[in-house]
């Protein structure tokens, strides 16, 4: 081979190489990770319900994540009254620090901080559990006894997930909400009444609907990515982790793109 055909395979033909490879492996990963939706949604309608299994991850995802929950609305919401009334301060209109905070949580700042959280808290465990059981072949042997792992292990994650991250987003606003009212009223001397009367005549039901429509996407995504990770690990103990670290940062861009292609349709409509 002469040199100057070795210069064109280093230069020109091994990055088409690499571009192609891993642009094919990006389509086969998209393209298998539809289809696990679709047998997931399947799963999903057919028997048997697993109640006793949704019970419990209910209790892990919703019980178990509530005082973190609590804790990060409360800071969030004392921060973001901060800013805000240091801001309102300069206009004389400390009094709409109540609507501003009341429509940012239940827009924007509380499914995506809920969502967060969970994935880091929950989603993180659930793919580590999860692929543990498939690198000790534990998933296999479900599948050679008849037991779907989808039915058995991601509807009832799926289900529970779904219930309980709008649940959380919801409770994130309310802490998030008296956070402010703290601080507006302690730091800003800002009326009782005023700030909630102006959450109540200023915030609309379509603006909890969005907050609670985002919570409610963000939950599918947190639970499918989680278990689509952890079904595809391999390798050990080393794979978990990687699996484990994969999940967590693949849900979090997902949850990020999602929710601006989903706030700009929102806005749109």
Same mark, same amino acid.
């Given at each position: ?110 499914? !995506? ?95 909890? !609907? ?60």
């Amino acid at each position: 081979m002469s040199t100057t055909n070795i210069k064109l395979d280093k230069f020109f033909i091994a990055p088409v190489e690499t571009v192609g490879s891993r642009l094919l492996m990006v389509i086969t990963a998209v393209g298998g990770f539809i289809f696990f939706v679709i047998e997931s949604a399947q799963e999903l309608v057919k028997k048997p319900v697993r109640f006793t299994e949704i019970i419990r991850q209910m209790e892990f995802i919703g019980n178990q994540s509530l005082v973190i929950i609590i804790m990060s609305a409360f800071a969030i919401g004392s921060v973001f009254g901060l800013q805000v009334g240091m801001v309102f301060k300069t206009f004389s209109a400390e009094g709409q620090m109540g609507i501003a905070t009341a429509t940012a949580l239940t827009r924007e700042l509380a499914p !995506m901080m809920t969502a967060f959280l969970i994935t880091g808290r929950a989603g993180s465990a659930v793919t580590a559990e999860i692929a543990t059981m498939r690198v000790n072949e534990q998933v296999d042997a479900m599948e050679s006894m008849g037991v779907s792992p989808v039915n058995y292990l991601v509807v009832p994650r799926l289900v529970a997930s779904m219930l309980m991250v709008p649940i959380l987003s919801g409770i994130f606003v309310f802490i998030g909400v008296l956070g402010s009212f703290l601080v507006g009223t302690l730091i800003f001397n800002v009326d009782e009444g005023l700030y909630f009367y102006k959450i109540t005549d200023q915030l609309v039901y379509r603006d909890v !609907m969005m907050g609670l429509e985002k919570a409610f996407l963000f939950s599918i995504v947190i639970a499918l990515i989680a278990c689509r990770f952890g079904l595809r690990a391999s390798g050990g103990a080393k794979g978990v982790g990687q699996a484990t670290t994969n999940s967590v940062i693949t849900i979090l861009l997902v949850i990020l793109l999602l929710d601006f292609v989903y706030t700009f349709f929102q806005i749109a409509i």
